[in-house]
């Protein structure tokens, strides 16, 4: 049974940092690739960052390039985001979310084709 676990959020100042942390389990790390999304309320949801199996490859919204960096540690099933100089516009809930086929720059935003999920982390940066 597949099970995806973020961590990490919580309350900031804006201009602050924070380090969201997702932990797999009950599938090859490997073989997927991972993605971060949020949803504001009364928003629909959306893409964040996304990084390739092999890690190479790294694909963020415009919103948060330059800010926000996506890791991942493939020996510990572990997915990380850190969120530097956070804004009020970035206070959502971050979920983290597994696909079985590779990032790419044409599709890594679409929600639907990320297989599993976990059940969001909360990250509120106060102005």
């Known amino acids: 049974q597949v099970q995806v676990v973020e961590s990490g959020g919580g309350l900031v100042q804006a201009g602050g940092s924070l380090r969201l942390s997702c932990t797999a389990s009950?599938?090859?790390?490997?073989?997927?690739?991972m993605g971060w999304f949020r949803q504001a309320p009364g928003k629909e949801r959306e893409g964040v960052s996304c990084?390739?199996?092999?890690?190479?490859?790294?694909y963020y919204a415009n919103s948060v390039k330059g800010r926000f960096t996506i890791s991942q540690d493939n020996a510990k099933n572990t997915l990380y985001l850190q969120m530097n100089s956070l804004k009020p516009e970035d206070t959502a809930m971050y979920y983290c979310?597994?696909?079985?086929?590779?990032?790419?720059?044409?599709?890594?935003?679409?929600?639907?084709?990320?297989?599993?999920w976990g059940q969001g982390t909360q990250v509120t940066a106060s102005s």
């Open positions: 990084i390739s199996w092999s890690g190479g490859n790294t």
């Open positions: 979310a597994a696909r079985l086929y590779d990032c790419d720059s044409g599709s890594w935003w679409q929600d639907w084709r990320y297989t599993y």
């Open positions: 009950g599938l090859t790390f490997d073989d997927y690739a």
